[in-house]
């Protein structure tokens, strides 16, 4: 088990960055200072989700019921942990 499930995590955006839909290119973008992330496939709908009310487990379980059979459980948890590490969540 990952730590950031073991931990009870409940994953939030760091408070310099913003999340933003760029209706002239159809996609959503983390707006960081100095630099854009462009969100491509379900990471703006995970990002989403990371309000910092929700566990890791909630948020695998709610993706869960959104797309059934998708590989949630093993991916999302080290997506998060990786966003964490950079400092993206907290």
Not at 16 to 24: E, G
Not at 69 to 87: C, H, I, N, S, Y
Request: glycine content about 6%.
């Amino acid at each position: 088990m990952k730590a950031s499930q073991a931990d009870g995590w409940q994953p939030a955006l760091a408070p310099v960055i913003v999340r933003r839909h760029d209706r002239a290119r159809e996609t959503d973008l983390l707006v960081l200072p100095e630099r854009v992330v462009v969100l491509t496939g379900r990471a703006a709908v995970v990002v989403e989700l990371c309000d910092g009310t929700r566990t890791v487990r909630a948020i695998v379980d709610e993706l869960a019921g959104r797309f059934p059979g998708a590989p949630v459980a093993t991916d999302v948890p080290p997506f998060l942990d990786r966003l964490r590490q950079e400092g993206w969540l907290q």
